[in-house]
């Protein structure tokens, strides 16, 4: 019910999009996020968005680097990463949880099956 996809090799500073295609009766309801973990440690949280407002949040870690936003007429969330930096190697999940969104990721209901970023210096 979720598809994440856009993944893969890229340099470090470069920009790439992930995005995660959702069912139409998940995408119409839900908040979305997005989480990562990196080998040998935690999922931790990456982003999220409202559907009610479309508020968006951001990890410490990635914020003024990332955005989420969300395309309703393609049921699609997509997390734009730009100046990528090797700590931001990872596989990145999507989810989906009711509203509010939440960056404790236990409370997502639903998970893409993730995808691979890895960021070469």
């Known amino acids: 019910q979720l598809q994440a996809s856009g993944g893969g090799l890229v340099q470090a500073g470069g920009s790439p999009r992930l995005s995660c295609a959702a069912s139409?009766?998940?995408?119409?309801?839900?908040?979305m996020g997005w989480f990562r973990q990196a080998p040998g440690k935690e999922r931790e949280f990456v982003s999220a968005?409202?559907?009610?407002?479309?508020?968006?949040y951001y990890a410490d870690s990635v914020k003024g680097r990332f955005t989420i936003f969300r395309d309703h007429a393609k049921n699609t969330v997509y997390l734009q990463m730009n100046s990528l930096k090797p700590g931001d190697t990872a596989v990145y999940y999507c989810?989906?949880?009711?509203?509010?969104?939440?960056?404790?990721?236990?409370?997502?209901?639903?998970w893409g099956q993730g995808t691979q970023v890895t960021v070469s210096s």
């Open positions: 989810a989906a949880r009711s509203d509010p969104a939440s960056s404790y990721d236990r409370s997502y209901e639903y």
């Open positions: 139409g009766r998940i995408f119409s309801i839900y908040a």
């Open positions: 968005i409202t559907w009610s407002r479309g508020s968006t």
